[in-house]
């Protein structure tokens, strides 16, 4: 049971829509000034073996991404594109081919991306 004197330690309904609502399904908006975003992108792997990842939306600093790829059983493997850091806007990932494979294969890889960041 909340008491009347208990009131003050309670965040108005304001400071909670503005802290956590979002109008975008990928993003969710922590408190203290952080955000998590988790989307899908497909990946051309046309011979190319670094690819710009762009987040839905920009966070105010860099971000930390945690990617997944199913790459149609073509024996890639997906990492954060040498010399380069994540930033606000996005990654740069590489593409490596293994085994047997086709290393000119054009199928595209789908990766399952999680970021968090500063909102």
Request: a negative charge.
């Amino acid at each position: 049971m909340a008491y009347t004197s208990d009131l003050s330690s309670y965040v108005p309904s304001s400071t909670y829509a503005s802290d956590f609502s979002t109008s975008d399904s990928q993003v969710i908006n922590l408190p203290y000034g952080s955000k998590i975003q988790r989307f899908v992108v497909s990946v051309p792997t046309n011979g190319t073996n670094s690819h710009r990842i762009t987040y839905p939306e920009a966070f105010s600093g860099a971000a930390v991404p945690v990617f997944n790829g199913n790459d149609n059983s073509q024996s890639r493997s997906f990492s954060l594109s040498n010399n380069t850091t994540p930033d606000a806007t996005g990654f740069d990932i590489a593409v490596s081919v293994h085994g047997n494979s086709t290393a000119g294969s054009t199928d595209a890889a789908t990766l399952t991306v999680i970021a968090i960041g500063p909102r």
